[in-house]
């Protein structure tokens, strides 16, 4: 290695950019928060990337079947739209791995017969986790998570990138997407203990793994009327992640004309015939219904308002990528607690 050389791959602990370490050198200065850091050893956060499988023609096909994928977009979309733009971009995506180990102490709720009590339970609960998030600024294409892939990654090779499409560093604190992760999974495993009443939940992260992911998004932006709009394709995957289209004026006409017809009939009628079905008797508990159903039909109504007043313009997010994935690993409801070291020792 000539003095011009240098050894990349290597991450800034405070914001997580990649600093090139000049060989010999033992402090080292990150362009990005300014950070001097020690060099030791050859430990650092990981970096990897998504293989790109998704073709154009992949994204081109995914672009059109957006276009008629929904009611409230304009049906007139896929003969009037043309396309203007088609690009690779990578995004970094923190990322981490663990296995999550939880008890949860609490109550589960029993009805038998026309009787309701609670009764103690200790829920254990064991489960491999993923969480991902958004290294940088993604407001521009839509896309804070991804979803999770892991038999497939590569490792990070920035001239291969570069080439093959625009590249982002990241830009934002890794201690504050570890805490954003643990905050995660920690949710996941109240969800999975299933408890109606939870006193306390202790858990514990075991074989933790970070790296930072160089996700492949197909950024495809079309032309309708005038109007630039944007769908961002899943690079590796080939679905859609996030995309935007100009509205169905017809559907937004009929979701206000049903909509306020059925809200004012939910919020009208319905009290009028319960409280006339009252009389001079007095009940509360038909009166309560009635303001029930005077509540949910002026919500009907306020939502049909708001399907017209907003939907001039659709937007989608992909759903199914969340803040955490998991592979389950089965869980049971234990009578007595063991102690919590030698069953971590198990697990490792």
């Known amino acids: 290695m000539s003095e011009k050389e240098t050894l990349h791959g290597l991450n800034c602990p405070n914001c997580g950019g990649m600093i090139p370490i000049p060989e010999g050198q033992t402090i080292v200065h990150c362009p990005y928060c300014e950070m001097r850091s020690f060099v030791r050893g050859e430990r650092g956060l990981r970096r990897y990337q998504v293989p790109l499988r998704a073709t154009r023609q992949h994204a081109d096909a995914a672009l059109r079947k957006f276009f008629t994928s929904n009611w409230a977009i304009a049906r007139n979309l896929s003969k009037m739209a043309r396309l203007t733009e088609a690009f690779v971009v990578y995004l970094p995506f923190w990322t981490v791995w663990a296995r999550v180990a939880a008890w949860a102490f609490g109550e589960e709720k029993v009805r038998r017969g026309d009787d309701t009590y609670y009764k103690p339970r200790e829920v254990r609960v064991v489960q491999e ?3 991902n998030g958004a290294a940088c600024d993604v407001g521009e294409f839509g896309v804070s998570q991804v979803p999770p892939v892991e038999q497939d990654l590569e490792p990070f090779n920035p001239e291969a990138l570069h080439s093959a499409g625009l590249v982002f560093e990241p830009v934002n604190s890794f201690s504050e997407a570890r805490g ?6 920690q949710e996941q495993a109240r969800r999975k203990a299933n ?25 495809m932006r079309y032309l309708h009327r005038g109007r630039v709009f944007q769908v961002v394709v899943d690079g590796y995957t080939g679905k859609v992640l996030y995309g935007k289209a100009p509205g169905n004026t017809w559907f937004r006409a009929l979701a206000l004309v049903l909509g306020m017809a059925f809200g004012a009939f939910i919020a009208i009628d319905v009290p009028a015939f319960l409280l006339s079905a009252i009389g001079d008797s007095d009940s509360g508990g038909i009166f309560m219904f009635a303001l029930g159903a005077f509540a949910v039909g002026i919500a009907i109504i306020a939502a049909a308002y708001r399907s017209f007043r907003y939907g001039e313009q659709y937007e989608y997010r992909h759903s199914a990528p969340k803040q955490f994935a998991g592979l389950d690993i089965p869980f049971q409801a234990i009578t007595q607690v063991k102690d919590l070291e030698e069953w971590i020792d198990l697990l490792n």
């Open 129 to 131: 986790m993923t969480w």
């Open 180 to 185: 954003a992760a643990a905050d995660q999974f």
């Open 195 to 219: 408890l109606d009443r939870l006193a306390q939940l202790f858990m514990r992260t075991l074989r933790n793994r970070f790296a930072l992911v160089y996700h492949p998004l197909w950024v």
